[in-house]
């Protein structure tokens, strides 16, 4: 018995040298090892936030990653980061924001305008706007900058017919995208810290009050 299984997973083996199949991918993919266990991906519970980020995928082309997984997609002009309590929605643009600045860019403007019609079909969830800053001035400066942000995006989603409840914060620049050398030029790296995120939620409670 051993011997024959043995052959046969020699010859799946001798089949991937010559160039495998879909029915080969198959039987590789579930082939075990005691003591190896396969990895399982997290479910999430919360079906609301999963269509919503579905949706989203689907419409703006965006990637989506699962908390606990590892990340699968291509960073793109949309990010969907999926958890139980929230779903993240960022943007990988450089330049977000101008300097000094709170009127929201060209591009991003266009991916709001994907975004809203999904999150317009679901009337209870709540909507939180974070607003970033980096290098523009004294902590001050910053937190007022990133206040603009989050208010300028905030009053967007409300212009453009929503109905939820849309709230609206500034983290100054204490949750940096990608930190930089600030001795070094570094206006591309300090333009992908200018940003806002979107969190999406069911519940009041899982509401994030700290910037962190």
Do not use: W
């Not at 993919?29 to 689907?58: C, D, M, R, Y």
């Not at 101008?98 to 079909?121: A, F, G, H």
């Not at 001035?137 to 603009?148: F, R, S, V």
């Amino acid at each position: 018995m051993k011997a024959y299984a043995l052959t046969s997973l020699l010859s799946v083996f001798t089949i991937l040298v010559g160039g495998c199949t879909t029915k080969t991918y198959e039987y590789i993919n579930h082939i075990s090892f005691p003591g190896i266990a396969k990895q399982k991906t997290p479910e999430i519970k919360n079906k609301t936030l999963q269509e919503i980020a579905n949706l989203l995928k689907q419409d703006t082309n965006a990637s989506l990653q699962i908390a606990g997984t590892p990340v699968t997609d291509t960073p793109k002009g949309i990010n969907l980061y999926l958890t139980d309590k929230y779903l993240k929605i960022s943007f990988t643009l450089t330049r977000m924001f101008v300097r000094t600045d709170s009127n929201l860019n060209e591009e991003t403007t266009q991916y709001m305008k994907k975004i809203i019609p999904v999150l317009q079909k679901y009337p209870h969830i709540i909507i939180q706007v974070i607003g970033h800053a980096y290098d523009e001035g004294t902590p001050k400066e910053m937190q007022h900058y990133a206040d603009l942000r989050a208010i300028s995006v905030a009053e967007l989603l409300f212009n453009s017919g929503l109905k939820q409840e849309v709230l609206a914060k500034g983290c100054s620049n204490l949750i940096p995208r990608k930190e930089c050398a600030l001795n070094k030029p570094h206006r591309l790296c300090s333009a992908q810290n200018r940003r806002v995120d979107l969190f999406i939620y069911t519940n009041r409670d899982d509401i994030i009050t700290k910037c962190r």
